[in-house]
Protein backbone atom coordinates (compact mmCIF):
# COMPACT_ATOMS: atom_id res chain seq x y z
CA UNK A 1 0.00 0.00 0.00
CA UNK A 2 1.23 2.91 -0.99
CA UNK A 3 -0.99 5.42 0.23
CA UNK A 4 0.12 8.56 2.08
CA UNK A 5 -0.82 8.02 5.88
CA UNK A 6 -2.08 9.68 8.71
CA UNK A 7 -2.00 9.27 12.11
CA UNK A 8 -4.14 9.90 15.61
CA UNK A 9 -2.84 9.07 18.76
CA UNK A 10 -4.63 9.57 21.80
CA UNK A 11 -4.78 8.92 25.70
CA UNK A 12 -7.34 9.18 28.53
CA UNK A 13 -5.94 11.50 30.75
CA UNK A 14 -3.65 14.41 30.89
CA UNK A 15 -1.02 12.35 32.60
CA UNK A 16 -0.32 9.72 30.41
CA UNK A 17 1.61 10.54 27.43
CA UNK A 18 1.46 9.32 23.84
CA UNK A 19 5.20 9.29 23.12
CA UNK A 20 5.17 5.52 22.39
CA UNK A 21 2.02 5.99 20.18
CA UNK A 22 4.00 8.86 18.38
CA UNK A 23 7.21 6.66 17.61
CA UNK A 24 5.06 3.70 15.65
CA UNK A 25 3.04 6.40 13.81
CA UNK A 26 6.33 7.87 12.82
CA UNK A 27 8.14 4.16 12.23
CA UNK A 28 4.83 2.83 10.10
CA UNK A 29 6.00 6.07 8.04
CA UNK A 30 3.37 8.88 9.17
CA UNK A 31 5.42 12.66 8.61
CA UNK A 32 5.32 14.16 11.97
CA UNK A 33 3.23 17.07 10.86
CA UNK A 34 0.16 14.16 10.05
CA UNK A 35 -0.16 13.23 13.55
CA UNK A 36 -3.30 14.55 15.34
CA UNK A 37 -3.76 13.76 19.05
CA UNK A 38 -5.82 13.93 21.98
CA UNK A 39 -4.65 14.29 25.23
CA UNK A 40 -7.07 13.35 28.10
CA UNK A 41 -10.13 12.02 26.24
CA UNK A 42 -12.09 8.75 26.56
CA UNK A 43 -12.30 6.62 22.84
CA UNK A 44 -15.83 6.29 24.21
CA UNK A 45 -17.17 9.00 22.51
CA UNK A 46 -15.97 10.90 19.96
CA UNK A 47 -17.18 14.37 21.34
CA UNK A 48 -14.74 16.78 21.85
CA UNK A 49 -11.34 15.29 20.06
CA UNK A 50 -10.40 18.00 18.27
CA UNK A 51 -7.22 15.71 17.43
CA UNK A 52 -9.63 13.16 15.64
CA UNK A 53 -11.68 15.74 13.90
CA UNK A 54 -8.77 17.28 12.51
CA UNK A 55 -7.35 13.53 11.27
CA UNK A 56 -10.83 12.55 10.09
CA UNK A 57 -10.75 16.26 8.30
CA UNK A 58 -6.74 15.66 6.90
CA UNK A 59 -7.32 12.17 4.88
CA UNK A 60 -8.23 12.49 1.38
CA UNK A 61 -8.60 9.62 -1.36
CA UNK A 62 -5.73 7.03 -1.52
CA UNK A 63 -4.81 7.77 2.02
CA UNK A 64 -4.67 5.78 4.98
CA UNK A 65 -6.00 6.44 8.34
CA UNK A 66 -3.19 5.15 10.90
CA UNK A 67 -3.58 4.19 14.30
CA UNK A 68 -1.51 2.19 16.35
CA UNK A 69 -3.92 0.12 18.37
CA UNK A 70 -7.57 0.41 17.74
CA UNK A 71 -8.66 1.48 21.18
CA UNK A 72 -6.59 4.36 20.59
CA UNK A 73 -9.27 5.16 17.97
CA UNK A 74 -12.62 4.15 19.55
CA UNK A 75 -14.45 2.08 22.16
CA UNK A 76 -17.46 2.33 20.94
CA UNK A 77 -19.28 0.59 18.22
CA UNK A 78 -21.63 2.82 16.52
CA UNK A 79 -19.53 5.53 16.24
CA UNK A 80 -16.26 3.03 14.58
CA UNK A 81 -18.58 2.38 12.35
CA UNK A 82 -19.77 5.57 11.36
CA UNK A 83 -16.55 6.54 11.43
CA UNK A 84 -15.21 3.85 9.06
CA UNK A 85 -18.02 4.02 6.54
CA UNK A 86 -17.42 7.80 6.11
CA UNK A 87 -13.64 7.44 5.94
CA UNK A 88 -14.53 4.32 3.49
CA UNK A 89 -16.77 6.45 1.11
CA UNK A 90 -14.02 8.90 0.61
CA UNK A 91 -11.59 6.18 -0.61
CA UNK A 92 -9.80 6.37 2.78
CA UNK A 93 -8.58 2.71 4.12
CA UNK A 94 -7.84 1.89 7.89
CA UNK A 95 -3.86 1.64 8.68
CA UNK A 96 -3.94 -0.68 12.42
CA UNK A 97 -0.24 -0.92 12.86
CA UNK A 98 1.68 -1.67 9.91
CA UNK A 99 -1.62 -3.45 8.65
CA UNK A 100 -4.32 -1.98 5.99
CA UNK A 101 -7.70 -2.81 5.81
CA UNK A 102 -10.50 -1.66 3.62
CA UNK A 103 -13.92 -1.30 4.88
CA UNK A 104 -15.60 -2.55 1.65
CA UNK A 105 -13.73 -5.67 1.64
CA UNK A 106 -16.23 -8.07 3.52
CA UNK A 107 -12.96 -10.14 5.43
CA UNK A 108 -11.63 -6.55 6.48
CA UNK A 109 -14.73 -5.25 7.93
CA UNK A 110 -15.88 -8.04 10.19
CA UNK A 111 -12.16 -7.90 11.73
CA UNK A 112 -12.41 -3.52 12.08
CA UNK A 113 -15.91 -4.14 13.76
CA UNK A 114 -14.81 -7.38 15.72
CA UNK A 115 -12.57 -4.83 17.20
CA UNK A 116 -14.96 -2.42 18.00
CA UNK A 117 -16.76 -5.04 19.38
CA UNK A 118 -13.83 -6.00 21.84
CA UNK A 119 -13.14 -2.24 22.49
CA UNK A 120 -16.33 -1.79 23.48
CA UNK A 121 -16.81 -5.14 25.66
CA UNK A 122 -12.96 -4.26 27.20
CA UNK A 123 -14.96 -0.56 28.47
CA UNK A 124 -18.54 -2.21 29.88
CA UNK A 125 -15.98 -4.87 32.01
CA UNK A 126 -14.30 -1.79 33.07
CA UNK A 127 -17.03 0.48 34.19
CA UNK A 128 -18.63 -2.82 35.48
CA UNK A 129 -15.88 -3.61 37.76
CA UNK A 130 -15.78 0.34 38.71
CA UNK A 131 -19.19 0.00 40.11
CA UNK A 132 -18.68 -3.37 42.17
CA UNK A 133 -15.78 -1.80 43.52
CA UNK A 134 -17.25 1.12 44.72
CA UNK A 135 -20.65 -0.54 45.98
CA UNK A 136 -18.48 -3.04 48.37
CA UNK A 137 -16.17 0.09 49.23
CA UNK A 138 -19.50 2.01 50.15
CA UNK A 139 -20.46 -1.30 52.02
CA UNK A 140 -17.18 -1.46 54.35
CA UNK A 141 -17.56 2.37 54.93
CA UNK A 142 -14.55 3.24 52.58
CA UNK A 143 -16.60 5.01 50.36
CA UNK A 144 -18.49 7.91 51.87
CA UNK A 145 -19.37 10.31 48.78
CA UNK A 146 -18.34 13.71 48.50
CA UNK A 147 -17.48 15.32 52.23
CA UNK A 148 -19.41 18.34 52.98
CA UNK A 149 -18.01 21.80 51.35
CA UNK A 150 -18.66 23.44 55.42
CA UNK A 151 -18.34 21.57 58.58
CA UNK A 152 -21.61 20.57 60.45
CA UNK A 153 -21.13 23.43 62.77
CA UNK A 154 -21.05 26.42 60.62
CA UNK A 155 -23.81 24.99 58.76
CA UNK A 156 -26.17 25.28 61.81
CA UNK A 157 -24.63 28.72 62.25
CA UNK A 158 -26.12 29.33 58.25
CA UNK A 159 -29.13 27.75 58.95
CA UNK A 160 -30.13 29.42 62.35
CA UNK A 161 -29.13 32.78 61.19
CA UNK A 162 -30.90 32.85 57.61
CA UNK A 163 -34.42 31.36 59.21
CA UNK A 164 -33.84 34.05 61.78
CA UNK A 165 -33.52 36.15 58.65
CA UNK A 166 -30.52 37.88 59.70
CA UNK A 167 -28.47 37.23 56.05
CA UNK A 168 -29.37 36.50 52.57
CA UNK A 169 -27.94 33.95 50.58
CA UNK A 170 -25.53 35.65 48.63
CA UNK A 171 -24.28 37.14 52.01
CA UNK A 172 -23.62 33.90 53.25
CA UNK A 173 -22.44 32.46 50.16
CA UNK A 174 -19.30 35.61 50.14
CA UNK A 175 -18.82 35.13 53.60
CA UNK A 176 -18.43 31.39 53.58
CA UNK A 177 -16.39 31.59 49.96
CA UNK A 178 -18.88 29.08 48.46
CA UNK A 179 -21.38 29.07 45.86
CA UNK A 180 -25.36 30.53 46.71
CA UNK A 181 -26.27 26.91 44.95
CA UNK A 182 -23.67 25.26 48.15
CA UNK A 183 -25.67 27.44 50.86
CA UNK A 184 -29.36 26.93 49.10
CA UNK A 185 -28.34 22.95 49.92
CA UNK A 186 -27.74 23.20 53.02
CA UNK A 187 -30.71 25.81 53.81
CA UNK A 188 -33.39 23.75 51.37
CA UNK A 189 -31.46 20.16 51.45
CA UNK A 190 -33.24 16.98 51.52
CA UNK A 191 -32.04 16.90 55.18
CA UNK A 192 -34.16 20.48 55.89
CA UNK A 193 -37.29 20.74 53.80
CA UNK A 194 -38.23 23.97 53.36
Not at 58 to 70: I, L, N, P, R
Not at 107 to 128: P, S
Not at 143 to 154: C, I, R, T, Y
Request: aromatic letters at 8%; proline letters at 4%.
Amino acid sequence: MNGTRVGYARCSTDEQDVIIQTEQLLALGVPQDRIYIDRGFSGTTRRNRAGLDQALAAVWDGSVFTVTKFDRFARNMAEANEILTDLSGRGVLFGLGASVYDWNDPFGRLFLQTLAMVAEFETNIGHQRTREGMALAKKNGKLKGKQPKLPEPARRSIRRRYAEGEVSLADLATEYSVGRSTIHRIIHGPENPR
